[in-house]
């Protein structure tokens, strides 16, 4: 029995403040094998790590990220609203977060507000191209990556398409799956249609890894790590029984 591939969702953000650096080397640290980050452009066209559209939430900059100077972002505090002790924690310019990613941990690239062909060239340049993908939630930006970006690999979520043949026209390389939308027959024609299976789950019910692994689910885009390889060791010792 294999084990899952592990994508943490935002770095890992259990233990250090989302979309940073310090997240970043948290899932290193963690053994995972890919880090699922968020994309947004300053608006004088510098490339950030960063989920929200407003700041408030995870820094201490103000109003929407999008009408933001580089040169404020780059002095702004992004850790301190997780833990005191990331205070100073700054939101990483994504070629500095790229650069840290190198021959260190694959890279799943979420893009909120930026050029997919700037995100693919930045990717290639470190070497990070051939292992990447991308998804976004923005339609003109996935038509964008179609057009722009053809060799960077593209995510699409199930509950967008409805079907593993709309995916597989779509020219997508992934399709990820929500518990809510999760059957083995879905998993399995996935599979064979040679799509790669994901999941999200940003929880930790145990019950929702245990189905996902029995649906044969390749790799997992959640936050609780250790309890996801602990449902798993259990299943692994199970059945080497």
Same mark, same amino acid.
């Given at each position: 029995?294999?084990?899952?591939?592990?994508?943490?969702?935002?770095?890992?953000?259990?233990?250090?403040?989302?979309?940073?650096?310090?997240? !970043?080397?948290?899932?290193?640290?963690?053994?995972?094998?890919?880090? %699922?980050?968020?994309?947004?452009?300053? @608006?004088?066209?510098?490339?950030?790590?960063?989920?929200?559209?407003?700041?408030?939430?995870?820094?201490?900059?103000?109003?929407?990220?999008?009408?933001? !100077?580089?040169?404020?972002?780059?002095?702004?505090?992004?850790?301190?609203?997780?833990? &005191?002790?990331?205070?100073?924690?700054?939101?990483?310019?994504?070629?500095?977060?790229?650069?840290?990613?190198?021959?260190?941990? %694959?890279?799943?690239?979420?893009?909120?507000?930026?050029? $997919?062909?700037?995100?693919?060239?930045?990717?290639?340049?470190?070497?990070?191209? %051939?292992?990447?993908?991308?998804?976004?939630?923005? $339609?003109?930006? &996935?038509?964008?990556?179609?057009?722009?970006? $053809?060799? !960077?690999?593209?995510?699409?979520?199930?509950? *967008?398409?409805?079907?593993?043949?709309?995916?597989?026209? @779509?020219?997508? *390389? +992934?399709?990820?799956? *929500? $518990?809510?939308?999760?059957?083995?027959?879905?998993?399995?024609?996935?599979?064979?249609?040679?799509?790669?299976?994901?999941?999200?789950?940003?929880?930790?019910? &145990?019950?929702?890894?245990?189905?996902?692994? %029995?649906?044969?689910?390749? &790799?997992?885009? +959640?936050? *609780?790590?250790?309890?996801?390889?602990?449902?798993?060791?259990?299943?692994?010792?199970?059945?080497?029984?």
């Amino acid at each position: 029995m294999n084990r899952a591939r592990i994508i943490c969702h935002r770095g890992a953000c259990l233990t250090a403040p989302e979309n940073t650096l310090a997240a !970043l080397e948290g899932s290193i640290a963690l053994g995972a094998d890919v880090i %699922e980050f968020d994309i947004r452009q300053s @608006s004088d066209g510098v490339l950030y790590v960063f989920h929200d559209d407003t700041l408030e939430r995870t820094s201490n900059g103000k109003g929407r990220f999008v009408d933001a !100077l580089s040169t404020d972002i780059d002095r702004w505090d992004a850790g301190s609203w997780f833990d &005191q002790a990331y205070t100073g924690e700054r939101i990483p310019r994504l070629e500095t977060f790229l650069d840290s990613c190198a021959d260190r941990i %694959e890279t799943y690239a979420e893009i909120k507000d930026a050029d $997919p062909a700037r995100v693919r060239d930045m990717l290639a340049a470190r070497g990070l191209l %051939e292992t990447a993908w991308t998804f976004s939630f923005d $339609p003109d930006i &996935q038509a964008e990556t179609r057009a722009k970006a $053809p060799d !960077l690999r593209r995510m699409v979520l199930y509950c *967008h398409v409805g079907n593993v043949a709309r995916a597989v026209a @779509s020219g997508a *390389h +992934i399709l990820e799956f *929500h $518990p809510e939308d999760l059957t083995f027959d879905r998993v399995r024609e996935a599979k064979e249609a040679g799509l790669i299976t994901q999941m999200f789950y940003d929880g930790e019910d &145990q019950s929702v890894f245990e189905t996902a692994l %029995e649906c044969g689910i390749e &790799q997992f885009n +959640i936050d *609780h790590v250790a309890r996801f390889r602990a449902v798993e060791a259990r299943r692994q010792l199970a059945a080497a029984k």
